[in-house]
């Protein structure tokens, strides 16, 4: 160990809903451990996300350990500044020791440590939680001509609300949760146009969340659990089951390609648009672990649990089911922190 490298017992490298429900069960087992956070502010993500986007399930469900999510004055789903201020308190309440902002560059092997190096000194760990989920990453497919078109295109993680666009024609791209909110809004204000993959269809109205994380953990324990798709693909929240009220909610196939002015279809048919708004998913932030070499060729780092099948000493939390079922929502980074600490304790 050199003089510049402050040792723990585990260091966190996120300080979202993943890093904090770590840290809870880290402080009950009285471990020696950091959170590294490179936000400046609390709250993870939900701060960077668009103020009308809600969760999937009502507060009671969607808690972190040890302490439940107050019940917003709507008394329906919690909106992203509800989970923004319930985070701060979450960390503060427990006391959780986050450092920020700390932006971690690169986790790399020292003999029987791991040393994590970021813009403020290196650290050095006997063990790794990863909790820097997929905001940080958004995905955009290619299609021929997307470098020609000549109006605005944006990402979900770019979205900041309707008004922008109010009297514009909008092509709003996605099959799921984001893209249906999203629409609901801008068809307020402008002329959308919604695409898609495939048909999107809307889970019914009693299901949400908490259905959808039962589901995924009865899949991730038997091979013949029926299919979270087999219900749909989208939580009916308030503004949804609005817009489709106002039958909004109308896909059209996936067109494939884009024109210096729109948008086209193999048929020929071309849609004139100002903006495209790409809800197309995020891909793991995981560049900081690339000095380890652990990715397969699909990106993604083969686990047992959490553990990283090729470092046992790194743990991954939050990315999705790969990770835990349901683990990039709130409840399911709870249940997966739970496991993951307790494995931990038995490794120290």
């Known amino acids: 160990m050199t003089a510049s490298r402050r040792p723990v017992d585990v260091l966190?490298?996120?300080?979202?809903?993943?890093?904090?429900?770590?840290?809870?069960y880290l402080r009950r087992a009285k471990a020696d451990f950091v959170i590294l956070d490179a936000q400046e502010r609390p709250g993870g993500a939900w701060q960077h996300a668009w103020p009308s986007l809600r969760l999937f399930s009502p507060a009671q469900f969607s808690s972190l350990p040890g302490r439940m999510m107050p019940i917003p004055p709507s008394g329906g789903y919690p909106s992203a500044s509800d989970t923004v201020a319930y985070l701060a308190d979450?960390?503060?309440?427990?006391?959780?020791?986050?450092?920020?902002?700390?932006?971690?560059?690169?986790?790399?092997?020292?003999?029987?440590?791991?040393?994590?190096?970021?813009?403020?000194?290196?650290?050095?760990?006997?063990?790794v939680i990863s909790a820097t989920g997929t905001w940080w990453r958004p995905y955009i497919p290619y299609y021929p001509g997307i470098r020609d078109f000549q109006g605005?295109?944006?990402?979900?993680?770019d979205y900041r609300g309707a008004e922008p666009f109010q009297g514009r024609r909008v092509v709003v791209v996605g099959g799921a949760n984001s893209a249906a909110q999203i629409l609901a809004e801008l068809s307020i204000v402008a002329d959308t146009t919604w695409t898609t993959l495939r048909p999107p269809r809307l889970l019914?109205?009693?299901?949400?969340?908490?259905?959808?994380?039962?589901?995924?953990?009865?899949k991730a324990r038997a091979a013949d659990a029926e299919s979270i798709g087999d219900l749909g693909d989208i939580v009916a929240v308030p503004p949804v089951r609005e817009a489709r009220d106002r039958g909004v909610l109308k896909a059209e196939p996936?067109?494939?390609?884009?024109?210096?002015?729109?948008?086209?279809?193999?048929?020929?048919?071309?849609?004139?648009?100002?903006?495209?708004?790409?809800?197309?998913?995020?891909?793991?932030?995981?560049?900081?672990?690339?000095?380890?070499?652990?990715r397969n060729r699909t990106g993604i780092i083969p686990t047992q649990g959490t553990r990283a099948v090729g470092e046992p000493r790194l743990h991954l939390l939050g990315y999705g089911d790969w990770t835990g079922p349901a683990s990039a929502t709130l409840i399911g980074a709870s249940r997966t922190a739970r496991e993951t600490v307790a494995e931990i304790v038995k490794q120290l």
Request: aromatic residues 8%; charged residues 20%.
């Open 254 to 294: 996936m067109f494939t390609r884009i024109t210096p002015e729109g948008v086209a279809w193999p048929d020929g048919t071309s849609l004139t648009c100002d903006a495209i708004i790409w809800c197309t998913g995020f891909r793991p932030a995981l560049g900081h672990l690339t000095p380890l070499r652990l």
């Open 90 to 127: 979450y960390e503060q309440r427990y006391d959780l020791p986050v450092i920020r902002p700390t932006r971690v560059r690169a986790v790399r092997r020292d003999g029987e440590h791991l040393v994590v190096e970021t813009d403020a000194g290196a650290w050095q760990a006997r063990i």
């Open 152 to 157: 605005q295109q944006l990402h979900t993680a």
């Open 12 to 24: 966190v490298i996120g300080g979202g809903q993943a890093g904090l429900a770590a840290g809870y």
């Open 204 to 218: 019914p109205d009693e299901v949400d969340g908490r259905a959808l994380f039962e589901l995924a953990t009865r």
